[in-house]
Protein backbone atom coordinates (compact mmCIF):
# COMPACT_ATOMS: atom_id res chain seq x y z
CA UNK A 1 0.00 0.00 0.00
CA UNK A 2 3.00 2.27 0.92
CA UNK A 3 4.34 1.74 -2.59
CA UNK A 4 1.58 2.24 -4.36
CA UNK A 5 0.93 5.56 -2.45
CA UNK A 6 4.44 6.16 -3.30
CA UNK A 7 4.45 5.67 -7.04
CA UNK A 8 1.65 8.00 -7.01
CA UNK A 9 3.28 10.58 -5.56
CA UNK A 10 6.05 10.31 -7.63
CA UNK A 11 3.97 9.86 -10.82
CA UNK A 12 2.29 12.96 -9.57
CA UNK A 13 5.29 14.90 -9.18
CA UNK A 14 6.56 14.52 -12.63
CA UNK A 15 3.77 15.48 -13.75
CA UNK A 16 3.76 19.19 -11.83
CA UNK A 17 7.46 18.93 -13.43
CA UNK A 18 6.40 18.26 -16.76
CA UNK A 19 3.50 20.64 -16.65
CA UNK A 20 6.09 23.44 -15.32
CA UNK A 21 8.27 22.98 -18.02
CA UNK A 22 5.69 23.13 -20.12
CA UNK A 23 4.02 26.14 -18.74
CA UNK A 24 8.01 27.73 -18.00
CA UNK A 25 8.65 27.66 -22.11
CA UNK A 26 5.59 29.79 -22.82
CA UNK A 27 5.94 33.14 -22.64
CA UNK A 28 3.92 34.46 -19.95
CA UNK A 29 0.90 37.26 -20.90
CA UNK A 30 2.22 40.52 -19.88
CA UNK A 31 0.23 43.93 -19.51
CA UNK A 32 1.33 46.68 -21.56
CA UNK A 33 1.38 50.40 -20.35
CA UNK A 34 -2.41 51.25 -19.33
CA UNK A 35 -4.22 54.05 -17.92
CA UNK A 36 -7.65 53.60 -16.54
CA UNK A 37 -9.52 56.11 -15.59
CA UNK A 38 -12.55 54.72 -15.16
CA UNK A 39 -14.44 56.71 -17.13
CA UNK A 40 -18.56 56.01 -17.13
CA UNK A 41 -19.56 53.40 -19.67
CA UNK A 42 -23.27 51.52 -20.02
CA UNK A 43 -22.03 48.32 -17.62
CA UNK A 44 -20.89 49.37 -14.04
CA UNK A 45 -19.27 45.98 -14.20
CA UNK A 46 -17.31 46.91 -17.23
CA UNK A 47 -13.44 48.00 -16.60
CA UNK A 48 -10.95 47.67 -19.04
CA UNK A 49 -7.48 46.82 -17.51
CA UNK A 50 -8.72 44.93 -14.64
CA UNK A 51 -10.68 41.55 -13.46
CA UNK A 52 -13.00 41.67 -10.10
CA UNK A 53 -13.07 38.89 -7.89
CA UNK A 54 -13.67 37.87 -4.40
CA UNK A 55 -14.32 35.22 -1.78
CA UNK A 56 -16.85 37.04 0.02
CA UNK A 57 -20.52 37.33 -1.12
CA UNK A 58 -20.35 39.32 -4.05
CA UNK A 59 -23.07 42.15 -2.99
CA UNK A 60 -23.86 43.83 -5.77
CA UNK A 61 -22.72 47.24 -4.51
CA UNK A 62 -19.13 46.35 -3.42
CA UNK A 63 -17.82 47.02 -7.01
CA UNK A 64 -19.00 50.01 -9.20
CA UNK A 65 -16.95 51.54 -12.34
CA UNK A 66 -17.51 54.78 -14.17
CA UNK A 67 -19.47 56.20 -11.49
CA UNK A 68 -19.72 59.86 -9.90
CA UNK A 69 -17.30 59.96 -6.89
CA UNK A 70 -19.21 61.21 -3.96
CA UNK A 71 -16.59 63.83 -2.88
CA UNK A 72 -14.76 65.38 -5.87
CA UNK A 73 -17.13 66.55 -8.73
CA UNK A 74 -16.77 66.06 -12.15
CA UNK A 75 -15.03 62.57 -12.24
CA UNK A 76 -15.93 59.44 -12.33
CA UNK A 77 -14.69 56.21 -10.24
CA UNK A 78 -13.83 52.68 -9.47
CA UNK A 79 -16.00 52.86 -5.99
CA UNK A 80 -14.43 49.63 -3.47
CA UNK A 81 -16.92 49.15 -0.44
CA UNK A 82 -16.69 46.56 2.09
CA UNK A 83 -20.07 44.82 2.77
CA UNK A 84 -20.17 44.92 6.75
CA UNK A 85 -21.37 40.85 6.46
CA UNK A 86 -18.31 39.91 4.63
CA UNK A 87 -15.71 38.33 7.35
CA UNK A 88 -12.42 39.17 7.98
CA UNK A 89 -9.35 38.56 5.48
CA UNK A 90 -7.57 40.31 2.22
CA UNK A 91 -9.41 38.11 -0.49
CA UNK A 92 -12.96 38.42 0.96
CA UNK A 93 -13.67 42.06 0.21
CA UNK A 94 -13.85 42.86 -3.45
CA UNK A 95 -10.82 42.60 -5.06
CA UNK A 96 -9.47 44.16 -8.54
CA UNK A 97 -6.41 42.65 -10.63
CA UNK A 98 -5.06 42.95 -13.92
CA UNK A 99 -6.04 39.83 -16.34
CA UNK A 100 -2.06 39.66 -17.40
CA UNK A 101 1.06 40.36 -15.27
CA UNK A 102 3.25 43.46 -14.53
CA UNK A 103 6.59 43.69 -13.90
CA UNK A 104 9.65 46.42 -14.06
CA UNK A 105 8.26 49.87 -14.12
CA UNK A 106 6.40 52.27 -12.32
CA UNK A 107 2.87 52.29 -11.00
CA UNK A 108 0.22 54.61 -9.92
CA UNK A 109 -3.50 55.61 -8.34
CA UNK A 110 -5.21 58.41 -7.49
CA UNK A 111 -7.24 57.29 -4.63
CA UNK A 112 -9.35 58.88 -1.72
CA UNK A 113 -9.73 55.91 1.19
CA UNK A 114 -13.15 56.01 3.81
CA UNK A 115 -13.48 58.20 6.31
CA UNK A 116 -13.41 56.19 9.26
CA UNK A 117 -13.98 59.27 11.60
CA UNK A 118 -17.87 57.44 12.28
CA UNK A 119 -16.32 54.24 13.71
CA UNK A 120 -12.87 55.26 14.90
CA UNK A 121 -11.80 51.61 16.13
CA UNK A 122 -13.03 49.84 12.40
CA UNK A 123 -10.02 47.06 11.27
CA UNK A 124 -10.17 47.66 7.07
CA UNK A 125 -7.48 47.61 5.35
CA UNK A 126 -7.30 49.45 1.53
CA UNK A 127 -4.60 47.81 -0.61
CA UNK A 128 -2.99 49.25 -4.02
CA UNK A 129 -0.15 46.27 -5.04
CA UNK A 130 1.10 43.94 -6.90
CA UNK A 131 0.79 40.25 -5.70
CA UNK A 132 2.02 36.55 -7.33
CA UNK A 133 2.35 33.71 -5.03
CA UNK A 134 3.79 30.68 -6.15
CA UNK A 135 1.16 28.41 -3.76
CA UNK A 136 -1.81 29.29 -6.18
CA UNK A 137 0.16 29.71 -8.98
CA UNK A 138 2.41 27.37 -11.30
CA UNK A 139 2.28 29.82 -14.91
CA UNK A 140 5.58 30.78 -13.42
CA UNK A 141 8.68 28.64 -12.27
CA UNK A 142 8.13 28.47 -8.42
CA UNK A 143 10.61 29.27 -5.96
CA UNK A 144 13.25 30.67 -8.21
CA UNK A 145 15.20 32.35 -5.05
CA UNK A 146 15.46 28.35 -4.17
CA UNK A 147 15.23 28.97 -0.22
CA UNK A 148 12.02 26.51 0.13
CA UNK A 149 9.86 29.51 1.05
CA UNK A 150 6.40 30.09 -1.78
CA UNK A 151 8.00 32.69 -3.79
CA UNK A 152 5.64 36.31 -3.02
CA UNK A 153 6.04 39.04 -5.48
CA UNK A 154 4.38 42.12 -3.77
CA UNK A 155 4.83 45.30 -3.57
CA UNK A 156 2.75 47.46 -1.33
CA UNK A 157 1.01 50.82 -0.75
CA UNK A 158 -1.57 50.24 2.63
CA UNK A 159 -3.80 51.89 4.10
CA UNK A 160 -5.41 51.51 7.50
CA UNK A 161 -8.81 53.47 7.36
CA UNK A 162 -9.12 53.56 11.08
CA UNK A 163 -6.03 56.60 11.03
CA UNK A 164 -6.09 57.97 7.49
CA UNK A 165 -2.47 59.50 8.24
CA UNK A 166 -0.94 56.58 8.26
CA UNK A 167 0.92 54.70 5.37
CA UNK A 168 2.01 51.12 5.36
CA UNK A 169 4.52 50.44 2.36
CA UNK A 170 6.65 47.26 2.09
CA UNK A 171 7.71 44.41 -0.50
CA UNK A 172 8.08 40.63 -0.32
CA UNK A 173 10.05 37.97 -1.41
CA UNK A 174 8.39 34.87 -0.09
CA UNK A 175 5.87 34.23 1.93
CA UNK A 176 4.39 30.54 3.58
CA UNK A 177 5.56 27.75 5.85
CA UNK A 178 9.12 27.23 6.30
CA UNK A 179 10.58 24.62 5.27
CA UNK A 180 11.84 23.55 8.50
CA UNK A 181 8.06 23.04 9.71
CA UNK A 182 6.23 22.08 7.04
CA UNK A 183 4.45 18.49 7.61
CA UNK A 184 5.18 18.78 11.28
CA UNK A 185 2.28 19.37 13.30
CA UNK A 186 2.97 23.40 14.23
CA UNK A 187 3.89 24.54 10.97
CA UNK A 188 4.77 28.00 10.68
CA UNK A 189 4.32 30.07 8.23
CA UNK A 190 7.54 32.71 7.79
CA UNK A 191 7.90 35.73 5.20
CA UNK A 192 11.02 37.75 3.43
CA UNK A 193 9.79 41.43 3.62
CA UNK A 194 11.06 44.88 3.81
CA UNK A 195 8.27 47.72 5.05
CA UNK A 196 7.97 50.94 6.10
CA UNK A 197 5.62 52.69 7.77
CA UNK A 198 5.18 56.37 8.12
CA UNK A 199 2.65 58.74 9.69
CA UNK A 200 2.57 61.87 6.77
CA UNK A 201 0.67 64.59 8.99
CA UNK A 202 3.89 64.14 11.83
CA UNK A 203 6.50 62.79 9.34
CA UNK A 204 7.37 60.78 11.91
CA UNK A 205 9.12 56.86 10.36
CA UNK A 206 7.62 54.33 12.63
CA UNK A 207 9.72 52.03 11.61
CA UNK A 208 11.85 50.47 8.46
CA UNK A 209 12.70 47.27 8.86
CA UNK A 210 13.44 43.77 7.49
CA UNK A 211 12.10 40.16 8.05
CA UNK A 212 14.19 37.19 7.15
CA UNK A 213 11.96 33.98 7.14
CA UNK A 214 10.18 34.82 9.93
CA UNK A 215 6.11 34.89 10.56
CA UNK A 216 4.25 38.42 9.63
CA UNK A 217 4.09 40.81 12.07
CA UNK A 218 7.46 39.82 13.78
CA UNK A 219 9.81 42.70 15.12
CA UNK A 220 12.33 41.86 12.50
CA UNK A 221 15.89 43.96 12.06
CA UNK A 222 15.50 47.89 11.78
CA UNK A 223 17.48 48.78 8.56
CA UNK A 224 19.63 51.77 8.87
CA UNK A 225 21.94 51.64 6.13
CA UNK A 226 21.43 54.60 3.35
CA UNK A 227 20.94 52.02 1.02
CA UNK A 228 17.95 50.24 3.04
CA UNK A 229 16.85 54.19 5.02
CA UNK A 230 16.46 56.34 2.50
CA UNK A 231 15.32 59.19 3.15
CA UNK A 232 15.90 58.73 6.88
CA UNK A 233 13.11 61.82 7.85
CA UNK A 234 10.09 62.93 5.83
CA UNK A 235 8.91 66.38 6.25
CA UNK A 236 5.67 66.49 7.35
CA UNK A 237 2.75 67.39 5.50
CA UNK A 238 0.28 69.57 8.07
CA UNK A 239 -3.05 67.91 8.40
CA UNK A 240 -2.24 65.17 5.93
CA UNK A 241 -5.43 62.69 5.78
CA UNK A 242 -6.05 60.09 2.89
CA UNK A 243 -9.75 60.26 3.45
CA UNK A 244 -10.20 64.14 3.27
CA UNK A 245 -9.45 64.27 -0.38
CA UNK A 246 -7.47 62.08 -3.23
CA UNK A 247 -4.24 61.78 -3.36
CA UNK A 248 -1.65 60.71 -6.26
CA UNK A 249 0.50 57.75 -5.16
CA UNK A 250 3.03 55.75 -6.98
CA UNK A 251 5.74 53.02 -6.93
CA UNK A 252 8.88 52.47 -9.13
CA UNK A 253 9.85 48.69 -9.63
CA UNK A 254 13.49 48.34 -10.85
CA UNK A 255 15.35 45.23 -10.40
CA UNK A 256 18.05 46.93 -8.14
CA UNK A 257 15.49 49.78 -6.52
CA UNK A 258 12.06 50.18 -5.73
CA UNK A 259 10.66 53.67 -4.66
CA UNK A 260 7.69 54.85 -3.34
CA UNK A 261 6.31 57.95 -3.69
CA UNK A 262 3.30 60.42 -3.61
CA UNK A 263 2.28 64.05 -5.05
CA UNK A 264 3.07 66.36 -2.26
CA UNK A 265 -0.77 67.74 -2.10
CA UNK A 266 0.36 71.45 -1.91
CA UNK A 267 3.50 71.63 -4.73
CA UNK A 268 2.54 69.09 -6.77
CA UNK A 269 6.57 68.13 -6.39
CA UNK A 270 7.48 64.38 -6.22
CA UNK A 271 8.00 63.23 -2.84
CA UNK A 272 9.97 59.96 -2.42
CA UNK A 273 8.79 57.94 0.91
CA UNK A 274 11.34 55.36 0.59
CA UNK A 275 14.04 54.59 -1.77
CA UNK A 276 15.02 51.08 -1.50
CA UNK A 277 18.48 49.71 -2.78
CA UNK A 278 19.56 47.22 -0.81
CA UNK A 279 20.40 44.03 -1.16
CA UNK A 280 18.99 42.63 -4.56
CA UNK A 281 17.78 39.26 -2.65
CA UNK A 282 15.04 41.77 -1.07
CA UNK A 283 13.64 43.02 -4.12
CA UNK A 284 11.10 40.98 -5.89
CA UNK A 285 12.15 40.06 -9.04
CA UNK A 286 9.16 38.41 -10.55
CA UNK A 287 6.15 39.38 -12.65
CA UNK A 288 2.61 40.00 -10.34
CA UNK A 289 -0.47 41.08 -11.06
CA UNK A 290 -1.22 44.56 -9.88
CA UNK A 291 -4.45 44.59 -7.47
CA UNK A 292 -6.73 47.20 -5.56
CA UNK A 293 -8.81 46.08 -2.85
CA UNK A 294 -10.63 46.79 0.84
CA UNK A 295 -10.97 44.45 3.24
CA UNK A 296 -11.75 43.76 6.98
CA UNK A 297 -8.93 42.78 9.45
CA UNK A 298 -9.55 41.22 12.66
CA UNK A 299 -6.01 41.05 13.98
CA UNK A 300 -3.81 43.80 12.68
CA UNK A 301 -4.69 47.23 14.31
CA UNK A 302 -3.01 50.27 12.93
CA UNK A 303 -0.27 51.66 15.17
CA UNK A 304 -1.26 53.92 17.72
CA UNK A 305 -5.17 52.14 18.07
CA UNK A 306 -4.97 48.44 19.27
CA UNK A 307 -8.79 48.68 19.27
CA UNK A 308 -9.07 49.40 15.80
CA UNK A 309 -9.93 45.74 14.44
CA UNK A 310 -13.68 46.22 14.48
CA UNK A 311 -15.93 44.94 12.23
CA UNK A 312 -17.10 47.32 9.59
CA UNK A 313 -20.52 48.68 10.91
CA UNK A 314 -21.32 50.71 8.35
CA UNK A 315 -20.38 50.62 4.49
CA UNK A 316 -16.80 52.20 3.51
CA UNK A 317 -16.43 52.92 0.25
CA UNK A 318 -12.56 53.65 -1.68
CA UNK A 319 -12.77 55.43 -4.41
CA UNK A 320 -9.92 55.18 -7.52
CA UNK A 321 -10.01 58.12 -10.21
CA UNK A 322 -7.42 56.11 -12.02
CA UNK A 323 -4.56 54.06 -11.99
CA UNK A 324 -1.43 53.40 -14.29
CA UNK A 325 1.36 51.26 -15.23
CA UNK A 326 4.06 52.07 -17.61
CA UNK A 327 6.42 48.96 -17.76
CA UNK A 328 10.12 49.92 -18.12
CA UNK A 329 10.62 48.05 -21.46
CA UNK A 330 7.64 46.83 -23.51
CA UNK A 331 9.38 44.02 -25.01
CA UNK A 332 9.84 42.62 -21.04
CA UNK A 333 7.75 39.47 -21.28
CA UNK A 334 10.38 36.77 -20.13
CA UNK A 335 10.49 38.00 -16.36
CA UNK A 336 14.12 39.46 -16.89
CA UNK A 337 13.90 42.56 -17.81
CA UNK A 338 16.18 45.44 -18.22
CA UNK A 339 15.38 49.17 -17.49
CA UNK A 340 15.23 50.97 -20.46
CA1 LIG B 1 2.66 26.61 -7.24
CA1 LIG C 1 11.16 31.27 -2.46
CA1 LIG D 1 -11.49 58.84 -13.30
Not at 53 to 71: E, K, M, P, V
Not at 159 to 166: L, M, Y
Not at 223 to 235: A, F, G, Q, R, V
Request: aromatic share 12%; with cysteine; proline share 8%.
Amino acid sequence: MEAVVKSKIVAIGCLFVALQIVFSSEIPQMMDRFFENFPARDDEKSVRYFDHGTGGGNADYTWRSGIASRSEPGISVLALSMDPKDPANPWMGPNMNTPNLCHFGTYAARLKIPDASDQPDVGAVVGFFTYYNDESRDDLPNDINENGIHDNSEIDFEWHIADPRIIYIGAYTDYGLSPETAGTDNPVVVTRQISRCINLATGEIYYTKHLDSQPPGSPGTTLTSMEENYPSCIDPIPGFDASAQFHTYGFDWYPERIRWWMLHPDTGDTLVLWDYTGPQERITQKPANLMLNIWHTNNWSVIGNPNATEPPSDIFTVEFDWVSYTPYNNDDSTGGGKVG
